[in-house]
């Protein structure tokens, strides 16, 4: 996989669109909408095959994405804040919803991520970017245990599960009205 140079500049996500893929158990792209393909700037054939990872960007903590697998791998759903890389080296924010897909007898065969973008931009300059930015410092120093220790800390101190802590900066009270 070529190494893309990250650049400075967002592309927006459109506010009514959600760019959705599907993987299988080992994050393997098996289906990407056009909407996915047209704001990471892969053709459908570029990604199907590729490792989902093709679109992480560096500036992302690795405890995130431990957080994530650790989740859907015990069925479980869960949403997160992503950065992620188009293939020019933009970037691009969003709320990822990650779910397990299940065969007939309940083994999971796949997962399905239904992007959407950030509905309030104070929530990743405020909150988002300075603990993701902390976490990849931390896991600098000690590894993705420390980042990890460091993200169960910051939790405990907020009183919160990490779905409650989602929850809670990405939904203000006037939007649950």
């Known amino acids: 996989m070529q190494k893309i140079d990250p650049k400075p500049i967002e592309i927006p996500v459109p506010p009514d669109r959600f760019l959705v893929s599907k993987t299988d158990t080992k994050g393997i792209i098996t289906y990407a909408n056009p909407v996915f393909c047209k704001i990471a700037g892969y053709s459908e054939e570029e990604l199907i095959g590729k490792p989902h990872n093709i679109v992480r960007h560096p500036d992302m903590p690795r405890t995130v994405f431990k957080l994530l697998w650790d989740t859907i791998q015990r069925g479980e759903e869960i949403f997160a804040y992503v950065k992620n890389l188009a293939k020019d080296g933009r970037y691009y924010w969003v709320l990822a919803h990650v779910t397990p897909n299940f ?75």
């Open 103 to 177: 065969d007939k007898n309940g083994k999971i065969i796949g997962y399905t991520s239904d992007r959407r973008p950030v509905l309030h931009r104070e929530v990743l300059t405020e909150i988002i970017e300075p603990l993701y930015k902390e976490l990849r410092e931390e896991e600098s120093r000690g590894g993705l245990e420390a980042g990890e220790k460091l993200l169960m800390k910051k939790l405990e101190s907020m009183g919160k599960s990490y779905e409650e802590f989602i929850f809670t900066v990405t939904f203000k009270k006037e939007d649950l009205e």
